[in-house]
Nanobody, 126 residues
Framework: QLQLVESGGGLVQPGGSLRLSCSASGFSLDYYAIGWFRQAPGKEREGVSC????????NYAESVKGRFTIFRDNAKNAMYLQMNSLKPEDTAVYYC???????????????????WGQGTQVTVAS
């Protein structure tokens, strides 16, 4: 059974940093496309960053480019989202997701991903 578990969310001041982690079990994450998504209250879930090919094709939402970095550690079977220079508008529940490279398009959209974590809250406030 495929399982993803996020951790690392919390409350941080504007300009601060957080690193979200997502541990996988039941499958080897390095053979899958991976992504981070977020959903703020009253808004639809949106793609933050994804790695959508085995060659490492990576994309980021315009709003997080230059501030967030997605990466994976195959030895730990985990993926991460390093978030720097956080802004209040980054406040949301963040989810990690995975799916077959064959299923995922080049863009980072939640409809392409079938395995999801439970979400972790990130709040950016003074």
């Amino acid at each position: 059974q495929l399982q993803l578990v996020e951790s690392g969310g919390g409350l941080v001041q504007p300009g601060g940093s957080l690193r979200l982690s997502c541990s996988a079990s039941g499958f080897s994450l390095d053979y899958y496309a991976i992504g981070w998504f977020r959903q703020a209250p009253g808004k639809e879930r949106e793609g933050v960053s994804c790695i959508t090919s085995s060659a490492g094709r990576t994309n980021y939402a315009e709003s997080v480019k230059g501030r967030f970095t997605i990466f994976r550690d195959n030895a730990k079977n985990a993926m991460y989202l390093q978030m720097n220079s956080l802004k209040p508008e980054d406040t949301a529940v963040y989810y990690c997701a995975a799916d077959s490279f064959a299923t995922v398009q080049a863009v980072c959209v939640p409809e392409d991903f079938g395995s999801w974590g439970q979400g972790t809250q990130v709040t950016v406030a003074s």
